[in-house]
């Protein structure tokens, strides 16, 4: 992930808002800030304009319809996790990719902390076999899905209420075909 650290005052609404050098041009994207207080205050995170070119507009990926957190740490330990992270599904879209395959979201909201979490829902704890959590997951899973084609299973390993389960589907059912020669 290529992202830029700044000091500059970032708001909470702003994430998504242009970062421009000093001679006018985009070099990023606004996507969250680190603040104790909820103001501009504290440190800001922009995605740089090289990646966001590459991930919208030279290679996107397929829409899922998953909103999720990924979760570590003492969080994960306090959801009993039977590995160190995974990834709490929050929202499922209709007639998405996500909903599918059977992906169920959480429906009670919790305030931990500062972050509020939509928690009884799914927790993804491998996706095709890469584990969520280990070395350089993210680009794993991002390889072995652009490799899929639509005869392919695409398999998630799940933590649903208390139990590991699997969820598979043909990526044909799914609509996940990648398009073109990539």
Same mark, same amino acid.
């Given at each position: ?17 242009? $970062?421009?050098? $000093? ?22 995170? &922009?995605? =740089? ?7 919208? #507009? ?50 009670? /909201? ?5 972050? =509020? ?49 699997? #969820?598979?589907?043909?990526?044909? &059912?799914?609509? $996940?075909?990648? /398009?073109?020669? /990539?």
């Amino acid at each position: 992930m290529e992202i830029l650290q700044t000091d500059t005052a970032i708001n909470q609404g702003n994430s998504g808002g242009p $970062m421009f050098n $000093m001679r006018g041009e985009a070099i990023g994207i606004v996507s969250h800030i680190l603040s104790s207080t909820g103001g501009f205050e504290g440190v800001g995170f &922009v995605v =740089t304009s090289n990646l966001a070119r590459r991930v919208l #507009l030279d290679d996107p990926s397929p829409w899922s319809g998953l909103d999720g957190v990924l979760i570590e740490g003492p969080m994960a330990r306090a959801l009993n996790l039977p590995q160190q992270a995974g990834i709490l599904v929050e929202n499922v879209a209709a007639g998405s990719p996500a909903s599918a395959i059977g992906l169920q979201a959480g429906n009670l /909201k919790a305030q931990i902390g500062s972050q =509020t979490f939509n928690l009884g829902g799914d927790v993804i704890l491998a996706i095709n076999g890469v584990i969520i959590g280990t070395p350089q997951f993210s680009q794993r899973i991002d390889e072995k899905n652009r490799s899929l084609t639509g005869d392919d299973q695409f398999v998630l390993r799940v933590l649903r209420e208390g139990n590991v389960i699997e #969820l598979r589907r043909l990526v044909s &059912v799914l609509g $996940m075909e990648r /398009k073109g020669p /990539k």
